[in-house]
Nanobody, 119 residues
Framework: QVQLVESGGGLVQAGGSLRLSCAAS????????MGWFRQGPGKERELVAH????????YYADSVKGRFTISRDNAKNTVYLQMNSLKPDDTAAYYC????????????WGQGTQVTVSS
């Protein structure tokens, strides 16, 4: 089992940057695939980015490709989401999630951190 705690959200102007962090506690962080999700007002939750246990493989939603970067530091049990060129449409609650390697479901979720982008 793993516990996840996000941090780094806040209010930023359009065009600005934020870096979200997700600290994991528990065992075998290196065996988990990690994802960042978001849910904006009136919108469904969507997968923003995903990273493999080694960090060598990443996935990005089209809406953030080229602007967001997911990374992880397995020595620190932490996954990051660097968000650049933020837009008002990026306003959402951001959640990190973990799934056991090769599992289909994200079984563990953080409490979320709010990102608000003003125009």
């Amino acid at each position: 089992q793993v516990q996840l705690v996000e941090s780094g959200g806040g209010l930023v102007q359009a065009g600005g940057s934020l870096r979200l962090s997700c600290a994991a506690s528990g065992r075998a962080f290196v065996n988990y695939e990690m994802g960042w999700f978001r849910q904006g007002p009136g919108k469904e939750r969507e997968l923003v980015a995903h990273i493999s246990p080694s960090g060598r493989t990443t996935y990005y939603a089209d809406s953030v490709k080229g602007r967001f970067t997911i990374s992880r530091d397995n020595a620190k049990n932490t996954v990051y989401l660097q968000m650049n060129s933020l837009k008002p449409d990026d306003t959402a609650a951001y959640y990190c999630a973990a799934r056991w390697v090769n599992s289909n479901n994200y079984a563990y979720w953080g409490q979320g951190t709010q990102v608000t982008v003003s125009s």
